[in-house]
């Protein structure tokens, strides 16, 4: 066999197992279709909770500064 016809073959080969792994990866996300999305809805909203407290924080120490001010 002369060296084209190795590498014709390796390369054969290889794209094989390339189109092997990528229909089990497609199938092992099919069956766990969702439950990223419910992940990242719940991620979303607990850094949305965060940042709303964050702001009211924040928003209540300026008036409770604003208050002692005199006018």
Do not use: C
Request: hydrophobic share 60%; proline share 1%; net charge positive.
């Amino acid at each position: 066999m002369n060296a084209i016809n190795k590498l014709i073959v390796t390369v054969q080969v290889a794209t094989g197992r390339l189109f092997d792994r990528a229909a089990a990866t497609r199938k092992r996300f099919a069956e766990e279709r969702g439950s990223l999305t419910l992940e990242q809805i719940i991620w979303t909203v607990a850094i949305a909770l965060v940042a709303i407290a964050i702001v009211a924080i924040v928003v209540n120490a300026i008036n409770t500064k604003a208050a002692e001010l005199p006018l």
